[in-house]
């Protein structure tokens, strides 16, 4: 099959979910003998224009963009949409709800099938003005309206779209990636002042629907000794949110923000957290929490839908969304009930590894785009058929 994704900032893998989600489904299906080709953002890729690079088997084109917070995704969506249409496609997969605004191109003006992946109801997320999340929200509209079919990454998504639209959906979750080869030594760990075991993590962008803030602030209150927070990530269109994060630390020495980090040293300080932490308010199916979980980190999270999904039955801790006491009070627990945690942990890596893999999401969605691509027996040919097995059966009754 040939495959043209539209949605992805662009590969490698960086930042981001969705991303990471195209890195891993991607190259495995190159890896089938199927070619893919991943319309990206000249910004992401830091690349030229119509630049066309092999990154794991998958041709990443570089499209113009406009550094303008919103313009930038939708622009290269809807070049990524046209340039679908050059090529005679199989399939034309969307990745989230802002550019699958162009799923009617494709529909419309090629033969290709188009899938459209919702990894979150985006236009929900803080970040956006009101005029984004409305173009987004006709984004969701559009994909309900024009896709052949519709994934989502979470049973809550799937509920959402039932119940919406009546609007049926495929379910097939995201899942982690691998931490890698870890040092040892934990050099990187150790340069940052932490050390395995005394720290708690919250990796991802600093955006307000992830709430790194009231995890700040709960860390502030409690003080615990011989402990660090750590907020791995970089902003998203959200430098004056950043700011605000950096001024509730006030200066606290065990508080420390790394910035965008390489991949390896994220699984590195995740890999030796005491604990990870998530207080977000909007997930689609976080990435983040499935490392962790499936690295054998134990886990805190707010208890919207998604993480109830994950840390349910003992798998981690959950705490009321938007709830600072509750943060504070789950966080004190945490740190001294490290045998409790301990089986926890366990027990999640234990969920995600029977449930949570790579190779049966890749094996999944080829399986859809098989369903999809697989061409109908027409009506003229059901009847040639049917009368030419009558006929073997010497029965030439008249066939409805």
């Not at 919406?164 to 990636?177: D, L």
């Not at 890698?180 to 962008?205: A, M, Q, W």
């Not at 969920?351 to 369903?371: F, H, R, S, V």
């Amino acid at each position: 099959m040939k495959i043209a994704v539209i949605g992805a900032k662009g590969l490698p893998a960086k930042q981001g979910g969705i991303e990471h989600h195209c890195e891993e489904l991607y190259s495995r299906m190159v890896k089938q003998g199927h070619e893919v080709d991943l319309f990206a953002r000249s910004s992401y890729t830091n690349s030229l224009s119509l630049q066309t690079d092999n990154i794991d088997g998958v041709r990443t084109i570089s499209l113009p963009c406009l550094n303008v917070k919103g313009m930038d995704a939708l622009l290269s969506s809807a070049l990524g949409a046209i340039a679908s249409l050059g090529t005679r496609y199989d399939i034309v997969h969307f990745h989230a709800l802002g550019p699958s605004l162009f799923t009617w191109l494709p529909k419309i003006a090629s033969t290709a099938k188009v899938v459209v992946t919702c990894h979150g109801l985006d236009w929900q997320r803080c970040k956006w003005s009101k005029a984004s999340s409305q173009l987004i929200y006709m984004g969701e509209k559009a994909a309900v309206r024009w896709a052949d079919k519709m994934i989502v990454v979470s049973e809550d998504l799937r509920a959402y779209f039932q119940k919406t639209y009546s609007k049926e959906t495929v379910y097939i979750p995201n899942a982690p990636s691998s931490f890698g080869e870890i040092d040892p030594n934990f050099t990187n760990g150790k340069s940052l002042g932490l050390t395995p075991g005394h720290y708690i993590v919250f990796t991802g962008r600093l955006v307000p629907e992830k709430c790194p803030d009231l995890l700040i602030e709960a860390f502030q209150r409690l003080q615990p000794e011989g402990w660090k927070l750590v907020l791995v990530g970089g902003s998203s269109d959200t430098r004056e949110y950043a700011t605000k994060l950096i001024d509730l630390a006030d200066n606290n020495p065990n508080i420390v923000f790394t910035g965008e980090v390489p991949s390896y040293l994220v699984g590195e300080i995740v890999q030796k957290a005491g604990l990870f932490v998530l207080p977000s308010q909007i997930e689609g199916l976080p990435l983040a929490l499935l490392e962790a979980m499936g690295g054998g980190v134990p886990t805190l999270a707010s208890n919207i839908p998604v993480h109830l999904q994950l840390i349910a039955n003992n798998r981690g801790l959950l705490f009321p969304v938007n709830d600072l006491e509750a943060c504070t009070n789950s966080l004190n627990w945490a740190i001294n009930h490290p045998q409790e945690l301990a089986v926890m942990a366990k027990n999640a890596q234990e969920y995600i590894e029977a449930d949570y893999n790579w190779e049966k999401i890749t094996t999944e969605t080829l399986g859809l785009y098989k369903q999809l691509c697989a061409k109908p027996q027409g009506a003229r040919n059901r009847l040639i058929d049917a009368i030419a097995k009558n006929y073997h059966r010497g029965n030439m009754e008249i066939i409805d």
